[in-house]
């Protein structure tokens, strides 16, 4: 059996004979995304997915724990004054060193997360025939499902397949929605609607201005929802499920499940946000 290095890997997508343009096109008109590879049995990974070798490391894991990731508990934010303004300048205060932060005790019942977990899954591994009626790169659809956004522009395509629902301020139709998870993505939406709207009245107060003055610019008019799915990867060192990046949002509510694999980068540096049980990761985007 033949082994060779990473950098050997990466050197061999620079043969004159490697037709990148029509891989693209291959894997993309089977409609059947990552998952696909992975249903297939590959034991390889096409070049698409190969990353350089300077995104794989650009920059260093944290390797000791003195930064500890911001958890703010919203228990008493309506109800008590004094405990509403602690919440606010911890919220002041994660968002100025690091961006990020997460909730607990913010509303959302425990079982809506774990159902918008499970209806997820059961999106992504369901009759590949039925999810193909939503792989498109037609992007004026209400919902889009498809192997990376941005698969023909990217240097390297991301180990990860993503389906996309603008659920605010028109949402779809119950027709247009995937039937086995569309109850959940309607309750969900309407959850985190309400979450969103209490988090900008906050970040309003932390900028020092009135509770309802994002909200009135309209910050928190929309809401898209994004379903990522990472399949099991035969070669993870040679990719990966999301390269580096910031939200082109007013704000991003993320929902982690128990397996984790999300950092953010302090100080340059990767710092792992551990999952916690019903705790939702928030960080603002590009556009505040």
């Not at 696909?36 to 724990?65: C, W």
């Not at 119950?174 to 969103?196: H, N, R, T, W």
């Not at 610019?217 to 040679?238: D, N, S, T, V």
Request: hydrophobic share 35%; with cysteine.
């Amino acid at each position: 059996m033949e082994v060779i290095s990473t950098e050997e890997v990466h050197a061999r997508t620079l043969e004159p004979n490697y037709d990148r343009a029509s891989e693209l096109k291959a894997f993309d008109e089977t409609k059947s995304g990552v998952k696909g590879l992975v249903d297939a049995g590959i034991t390889k990974i096409p070049r698409m997915f190969y990353q350089s070798l300077e995104s794989l490391n650009n920059h260093p894991v944290a390797s000791d724990n003195q930064f500890i990731f911001p958890v703010i508990d919203l228990e008493g934010v309506d109800k008590d004054p004094i405990q509403h303004k602690e919440i606010v300048e911890r919220v002041r205060n994660a968002l100025e060193k690091c961006g990020f932060f997460q909730v607990i005790n913010h509303g959302i019942p425990v079982s809506v997360l774990q159902e918008m977990e499970d209806g997820t899954r059961r999106f992504y591994e369901q009759d590949n025939e039925v999810k193909k009626e939503f792989y498109t790169r037609d992007h004026s659809r209400r919902v889009v499902y498809n192997a990376n956004f941005d698969l023909y522009a990217s240097p390297a395509a991301n180990w990860r397949d993503t389906m996309c629902c603008f659920m605010a301020p028109n949402p779809p139709k119950p027709e247009e929605m995937p039937a086995i998870c569309s109850d959940i993505m309607f309750e969900y939406s309407k959850q985190v609607m309400e979450l969103g709207h209490l988090l900008f009245e906050i970040l309003s107060e932390a900028l020092g201005l009135k509770p309802n003055h994002l909200k009135d610019m309209g910050c928190a008019g929309r809401l898209i929802l994004l379903f990522h799915y990472y399949p099991p990867c035969p070669q993870p060192e040679l990719t990966i499920g999301t390269t580096k990046h910031s939200d082109n949002t007013f704000l991003s509510v993320l929902l982690q499940d128990h397996i984790g694999g999300l950092q953010i980068l302090h100080q340059n540096h990767w710092v792992d946000v551990t999952p916690i049980p019903g705790a939702l990761v928030i960080n603002i985007g590009d556009l505040l």
